[in-house]
């Protein structure tokens, strides 16, 4: 996977990152390790989802699996963004067809300060798999991630999956104490855990703020940009490229591209050329196909790849993914083929 | 509720529809009749959704009772989008805490062109509660609904609701003439069914995109925009204002008002003023309030409120709602309120 003589720090991925010319665009997908992969379902057959993220064997094996398959330019940690939560001593569980269920949910000033401190030594389990996962994968970048406050907030709040986030944003407004509690724990756990990740040897991080696109302009800027953008303070000594990523943010994109990151994450809803009017001039785009259309005929995803790959040529740098994670029921052959495709992308003469 | 000498075509919401000057800026909720009222919960015990629906005393009761209750300035037709497909004949079901399910989901062409034609007889019990209700509601305009083309197929195809709607963009890019055939179909019957709503004397009608937001612009533009246009034209002839709206279409809106329609719809994430830069001069904006923004305190409803109309004064006739539906928690108290807030609101003095 080395793509150049000078290794990991001259990979497509990271020269992309940084808004440097790279060789080709380069591409992973969001949940490339995961249930779209037959032998990612064999390996986790009778495992929960929270302890294979704790063994270390097996997050490096469910890592490489996408890396050898796909042969994509980028390595993301098989983990998940409550995890850190987990390992800090929070009662929470991932249950199969509903997500990430939390026994008490925080409701009040007491229940935010004992949201537990970061502790390193808890995740101690992440940093051996980083570590082992950085001697296999050679050139090609380990990309680390941890949940964004605000996502974080919206499981304690409501005690698990919601579609409007109305026990989270009643806290917000209506209980600011509590609010500025809770989120400056997770500031905390967030950092804490992206900090580790790349201390072990991760190339890039990404912090997901899946819900924050469910909020309105004021509202993010006021009560969640002050949070996600201290997490990017507290990391930006690490030198190494951050990326910021949520759903259904195009309203929000531009206070989001408002902190010190390198990579701007966009879903699919934006066009990449819509997305760097948005950004900053200095910001490189990661995405952003549809998940869905890996179901489509190959010539359509053939053509809707070639746009997005032409439309990311507006940005100094663009890494091609998709504009959220891999869907389950993905054929992984058609993301081979994406890869391939990908690689071999002649670019239309610019004109 | 008559707001004015003239009557129903002076109200204040037909007048902001039009872009007419209006005595205040009037205010409606989107699934004001429902959950959130214990009137409601009381007079649907033991009656399934759809049941409801088709009994037309029911349907005036419920219809009336956030009228009584609120001061609202317009009634909403106490309906579902998938009913007009279950009195065609479509075996499906609303299920509690699911949504609709469909007994055979549409995936050929077999079945698409199964899908029974418009036939206004079949929703005879849809007329007679509208007759009564106009009688009812006198100077209170009653908007009518329908879910749009590519909402009402994603049930259809999906069998249910669903998160990423890979069947159904599945079928837009890979079966295109199954995808016709069913779109086609939808359009005689969302239009099929506005038109009997106004007929019978609803004053608008407002046409239910609800996932469009989930399509690229490029997708939607292509496969979805040119159906919910026609039936936008299919009603032309009945000259009552038209509202398109959707969820989480920011990136659409320009595409969605491009259509023949007098209002449009915006959801709680795009700023009003920023939604009136993407639609057409003429039109009028409805919305936008974050649904979830009720369970705040009071202090902050108003003020938000008060972004809310501070800027829809941006375009030529704004009708106040939240940005999506009531949520079936909410304290309908506060909605009261909100109406009488509304209502009385003194506009800062433009500079």
Redesign the interface.
Known sequence: MTDQPGGLADSAFLRAARGQPAPHVPVWFMRQAGRSLPEYRAVREGVAMLDACTRPELVVEITMQPVRRHGVDAAILFSDIVLPLKALGVDLDIVSGVGPVVAEPVRDLAAAEAIPSFDGDRVGFVTEAVNELVAQLGGTPLVGFAGAPYTLASYLIEGGPSK????T??MM??APDVWRALMDRLVGISAGFLRVQAEAGASAVQLFDSWA???????YREHVLPYSSAVFERIADLGVPRVHFGV?T??ILADMASVDVEVMGVD????LD?AVQRIRPHQAVQGNL????V???WD?IEA?AG?VLELGRTAPGHIFNLGHGV?P?TDPDVLTRLVDLIHSYEFAVAS
Not at 268 to 271: E, K
Request: glycine letters at 12%.
């Open positions: 409007d986030h109305a026990l944003k009643a407004h209506g696109g469910g909020l309105t302009p004021a509202d259904a195009g309203e699919w809803r934006v066009p819509r549809d998940p869905a259309l179901f489509a005929p359509v809707k746009e869907l029921s």
